[in-house]
């Protein structure tokens, strides 16, 4: 799969402002941990689908797929920080939709509260953060097996991630050799991945101010919904929740994951007319 966003690195500097709703979106995508774009599958065809008259990118962090020959920082802001000079050019004009998943959502959340006048709303699916103990954050099967993985081979730590995250296609063998094939072009190094461990754990939600959904699935086998619970009260933002998927709720049902878009914009929009 190609990559949706063609990089090019400048001097940082503010990006153009953005207001808060826009008929013309741009849909900017963050995968999570040891992730890449190409994770997303025919998600992003499927978002430009729904809503052709807007713009999808999908961004890769350091240390990560068409990036993965760049260093990663150690925590989410250093990480915001390289994806705004790295992506630059591509980050302009229309108004910046965030939509994350699991520590991608981490990256969002620390964007939108350092440079609110760049992003216009955002979507994050089944985060966490230090509001929940550890255990809730990542269940205890699951960070057993996730650390299991590490001594495995990279098809074998792959298969296990897909059934972590995949309720709907956890057996699937086109899927994970796929993931596989996706790690054995452009690996994901073990510093990389402990770097991003370290960063999510520390990580503590900022406040928002722009409009905010969050999407959970209640039969997430990696992290407990409770976590995307509690940074909606700590948001107040709208919460919504799928009753079977895994913790990629995009890949298990991408259908309800638009149909909640186009729901929630709607009522953005209402709320701005009224």
């Known amino acids: 799969m ?3 966003v063609t990089e090019t690195l400048t001097e940082p500097s503010p990006l153009a402002p953005t207001t808060a709703i826009a008929t013309t979106r741009h849909w900017v995508l963050l ?3 040891s992730r890449d774009s190409r994770h997303w599958e025919a998600f992003p065809e499927q978002l430009k689908a729904a809503f052709p008259q807007d713009r999808v990118s999908c961004l890769n962090l350091p240390g990560t797929g068409s990036q993965h020959q760049h260093r990663c920082p150690a925590n989410i802001s250093a990480m915001v920080d390289w994806l705004r000079q790295h992506y630059r050019e591509r980050l302009t004009p229309t108004p910046v939709y965030l939509l994350s998943i699991s520590m991608g959502s981490m990256v969002a959340a620390d964007w939108m509260h350092r440079f ?3 992003i216009a709303a955002g979507v994050m699916i089944n985060s966490s953060s230090r509001l929940n103990p550890v255990h809730e954050r990542l269940r205890l099967l699951s960070l057993l097996q ?6 495995c081979t990279r098809g074998q730590r792959e ?3 897909v059934n972590r995250t995949s ?3 956890a057996h699937s063998p086109d899927l994970i050799k796929r993931w596989r094939i996706y790690q054995q072009q452009q690996p994901v190094s073990l510093t990389t991945l402990s770097k991003q461990l370290w960063a999510a754990s520390r990580f503590q939600p900022p406040p928002i ?6 999407l959970a699935s209640r039969q997430d086998r990696l992290v407990n919904p409770q976590c995307s619970e509690q940074l909606a009260r700590f948001w107040s933002a709208d919460l919504r929740f799928h009753k079977s998927a895994g913790h990629d709720i995009p890949l298990d049902d991408s259908r309800w994951v638009l149909d909640q ?8 929009e209402c709320d701005r007319v009224s």
């Open 2 to 4: 190609t990559e949706t």
């Open 31 to 33: 995968r999570g941990l």
């Open 116 to 118: 609110p006048e760049e």
């Open 146 to 151: 996730l650390l299991g993985s590490l001594g």
């Open 159 to 161: 298969k296990i991630i």
């Open 167 to 169: 309720n709907h296609y």
């Open 209 to 214: 101010s722009q409009p905010l959904l969050l």
């Open 261 to 268: 878009l186009q729901n929630w914009l709607n009522s953005l």
